[in-house]
């Protein structure tokens, strides 16, 4: 099984970037289609952005559609989350979750398709 640790999370300024890394070890890295959740305060998990093993396609929520983009490098086993454009409402608990499922639509965005998680990263957004 795979195992993953998030990195890049910080404070930064409303309209700033943030890029996030999703390093796993484990298991074979390709297998496992990656997707990206957020958690804030008060608020449920939130999908985010999504990446199938070989790379493509991704999946992207709406609130993030055009200033996130999801990326991976299976030779280096990450997955990158590059934020652009960055809001208050964009704050919370970043997490990269693994599956070995093949997801379709919508169903990239439950979490409960996830088997594997990371332990967090935290960004922050100051308006």
């Known amino acids: 099984q795979v195992q993953l640790v998030e990195s890049g999370g910080g404070l930064v300024q409303t309209g700033g970037s943030l890029r996030l890394s999703c390093a796993a070890s484990g298991d074979t890295f390709s297998r496992y289609g990656v997707g990206w959740f957020r958690h804030a305060p008060g608020k449920e998990r939130e999908f985010v952005a999504s990446i199938s093993g070989g790379g493509s396609p991704t999946y992207y929520s709406d609130s993030v559609k055009g200033r996130f983009t999801i990326s991976r490098d299976n030779d280096k086993n990450t997955v990158d989350l590059q934020m652009n454009s960055l809001k208050p409402e964009d704050t919370g608990v970043y997490y990269c979750?693994?599956?070995?499922?093949?997801?379709?639509?919508?169903?990239?965005?439950?979490?409960?398709?996830?088997?594997?998680w990371g332990q967090g990263t935290q960004v922050t957004v100051s308006s």
């Open positions: 979750a693994g599956s070995t499922r093949i997801l379709f639509g919508t169903t990239r965005g439950i979490a409960g398709k996830y088997d594997y």
